[in-house]
């Protein structure tokens, strides 16, 4: 199994950016976590990251017959970004959306996940371990009625 690790903007800031809500586990230690979670569980895994909607849809395209499972943080394009709702519908990869904070418990504009309609499952608020609960949904090969 190959899956995908999509970060969108800010991600890259973790352990910078508002640590008291997001952890200070920097970027480049979430995805040692990430990579030795998959050798434990012997999937291959590769972690992108671009604060640019763009980027984020061509990773995304690229991952067409190529990995087997996405998990995505948006990060801010969870809740502005139709372009990547559709690039995950186009390409039918099962996808796991995960938000480090509790998105539901913060501010109103942050419940509405545009992604969340191209996703078998949303785990927000279990911090960076929310990635891992993620690749176990998707290396666990559950699928929800009509995916």
Known sequence: MNILVINGPNLNMLGIREPDLYGRVTYAELCRRIEAHAAERGVEVSCYQ??????????????????????????????????????LKAVSIRAVEVHISDVDAREPFRRTSYVRLACERTISGHGIDGYLEAMDHLIGGEKPCGR
């Open 50 to 87: 671009s604060n640019h909607e763009g980027d984020l849809v061509d990773a995304i395209q690229n991952a067409y017959g190529r990995v087997d499972g996405i998990v995505i943080n948006p990060g801010a394009y969870t809740h502005t970004s139709v372009a990547i709702l559709d690039a």
